[in-house]
C-alpha cells in the first residue's frame, strides 16, 4: 500500500469561537493558559496583540480539548442525542468535503452544548 499523506485541519481562533459559541478572548485565554493547545506562528511563544492572527488551533487539539473540558451534565445530554451523534458521526467518517465536515463537527458541538 502507499504511503498517504494526512491532511491537518487548522482552525483560526475565530473558527474555534464560533463552534463553541465563546468569545474569541475566551478561546486566546485557553490557548494562554494551556488549555487549548495551538500552533503559535513566527516569532516567539506567547500571544501578543501583534501576533494573535498566527494562532491555529489543529483538529486533534479541540478533540483534545473536548475530552479534558466535559461540562457537568453533557454525558446525560449525550446519551439523549445517541442516535443523532452517531449518524453524525458516521457522516463525518466518510466526508471529503471540508465545509461539510466543518458542518458537521458544529452539529456535534451544539449537541453537547445545547
Known amino acids: 500500500m502507499g504511503n498517504q499523506a494526512k491532511i491537518l485541519k487548522l482552525y483560526t481562533v475565530k473558527e ?9 478572548r475566551t478561546v486566546y485565554r485557553w490557548v494562554e493558559e494551556g488549555k487549548l493547545r495551538a500552533y503559535l506562528l513566527g516569532e516567539g511563544f506567547s500571544i501578543s496583540r501583534t501576533n494573535k492572527t498566527n494562532v491555529l488551533i489543529p483538529e486533534w487539539a479541540l478533540k483534545e480539548f473536548l475530552q479534558l473540558n466535559i461540562p457537568e451534565g453533557t454525558i446525560d445530554k449525550l446519551k439523549r442525542h445517541e442516535n443523532i451523534l452517531l449518524e453524525t458521526l458516521k457522516e463525518l467518517q466518510s466526508e471529503q468535503n471540508p465545509k461539510t465536515l466543518q458542518e458537521n463537527l458544529t452539529k456535534i458541538i451544539n449537541l453537547i452544548l445545547n
Not at 16 to 24: D, G, I, T
Open 16 to 24: 474555534v469561537a464560533n463552534l463553541f459559541r465563546k468569545s474569541e
